[in-house]
């Protein structure tokens, strides 16, 4: 049974042992968090506005889609790494509250910026008021409930259903970090076997088989997202608790870590079926935690670690700007009539997208450092001068998690 009280009991101990752990940066994962938002981008650019590289050639964009998955993979482990062993003996109502606040202050506010900047480019450039474009799926946004399948179809800022799922992980980790706790030989397997039966439920059960993502497909969004994204978050939290124990500290080894990306770019150019990416990805979040070698020293370059501070603002700024884009076309004299409608010479298309993405993140850029940051401290700061709690700190302001 669950104590759900607002005293707290925790030793000092417990709570040193806490703040000695979560001070830790697992920094390696910073840099992979950019680098899956980029191939994210390009995965929409080929769809929204011009394929550059051909389907025959590689499937290798085609499938990046399924960086969506290893950020909430990469996700789960941060979180738990940061705020697991918050919940460790209790769910005291008053922890979990700051511990929610502290969620909505990462992701909420760019999330509301760039749905009302989708809303002004809709009226603004006179878009369709259809299906897709509905008034009524605003207060699915506004709830982040815009993953549970409310609507038939993807709406307003389309890559923000994954926030929607992510959040809905938010809520169920206090339980899932006590549970772990409370009962180590039991519920590891119970969870487990819970995380696979929900991504072959997703790929056998649920998928929908197109041209693009092919049979039993991951690529489930505005309707079972949140199954999706619950299921990539636990898994993170589970392969945490390998990490902690080091069963597998022979995966800090630098040509582990190039093999396993060397494997995960074959499947992306190859195709391969979705569920082959959920155990690398898996072994690749644990490699690249256990890495302090040259990949560590290659992560640790600036450039790179900066593009995965922005990254969230790189992943919900795209759309945003396919919107702009799209709108201008007519300037120019193109007839923009869809996904895939535009049609340019592969080099030129190449061009457009280095362009798009130069654009992307400097955009990004501001928004990480004028939407982003000043709001959260904002938030959390606000919440902090009004906390009686003794044990403020247990809370990071500083977040390390910039998961998408």
């Not at 080929?46 to 909430?72: A, G, H, T, W």
């Not at 088989?209 to 636990?234: E, Q």
Request: glycine letters at 4%; hydrophobic letters at 50%.
């Amino acid at each position: 049974m669950i104590v759900i009280k607002d005293r707290l009991d925790n030793s000092l101990s417990d709570k040193k042992e806490s703040y000695s752990r979560n001070d830790q940066f697992i920094t390696n994962l910073t840099p992979m968090r950019g680098i899956a938002a980029i191939l994210v981008v390009i995965f929409h650019f080929e769809i929204v506005l011009v394929l550059f590289l051909p389907r025959e050639m590689s499937r290798f964009f085609s499938k990046c889609y399924l960086m969506v998955d290893l950020f909430f993979i990469m996700s789960g482990f941060i979180i738990y790494h940061v705020y697991g062993e918050f919940f460790k003996h209790n769910i005291h109502t008053a922890a979990f509250n700051k511990y929610i606040r502290a969620r909505l202050a990462r992701v909420y506010p760019l999330h509301i910026f760039t749905l009302v900047l989708t809303i002004v480019l809709v009226v603004s450039q006179h878009f369709k008021w259809d299906e897709f474009f509905n008034p009524r799926a605003i207060p699915t946004h506004v709830l982040m409930l815009q993953s549970f399948g409310f609507h038939s179809i993807y709406t307003w800022n389309v890559p923000a259903w994954s926030i929607s799922a992510e959040f809905a992980a938010y809520i169920i980790f206090p339980l899932f970090a006590f549970l772990i706790y409370r009962f180590k030989n039991m519920v590891p397997i119970i969870i487990t076997c819970l995380i696979i039966f929900i991504y072959c439920l997703l790929a056998f059960k649920l998928s929908k088989s197109n041209g693009t993502t092919g049979l039993y497909n991951l690529d489930l969004t505005y309707d079972y997202g949140y199954l999706r994204g619950i299921a990539g978050f636990l898994a993170g939290g589970m392969i945490y608790q390998l990490y902690l124990k080091k069963i597998f500290y022979f995966l800090k080894a630098d040509i582990v870590l190039v093999i396993l990306f060397t494997l995960l770019f074959t499947c992306l150019h190859f195709g391969v079926t979705d569920l082959v990416f959920i155990p690398v990805f898996l072994l690749l979040v644990l490699s690249a935690a256990y890495n302090t070698n040259r990949v560590k020293r290659l992560f640790s370059n600036r450039f790179l670690q900066w593009l995965g501070n922005i990254s969230y603002s790189v992943y919900l700024m795209q759309f945003p700007l396919m919107l702009l884009v799209i709108g201008s076309l007519p300037h120019f004299g193109i007839s923009w009539k869809g996904p895939y409608s535009l049609h340019l010479p592969y080099w030129q298309a190449a061009l457009c997208c280095l362009l798009f993405l130069a654009v992307l993140i400097g955009i990004s850029a501001l928004t990480y450092h004028y939407i982003e940051r000043p709001f959260r401290k904002l938030i959390n700061g606000k919440f902090r001068r009004i906390s009686w709690m003794p044990y403020n700190r247990a809370i990071p302001v500083s977040d390390p998690d910039n998961s998408n």
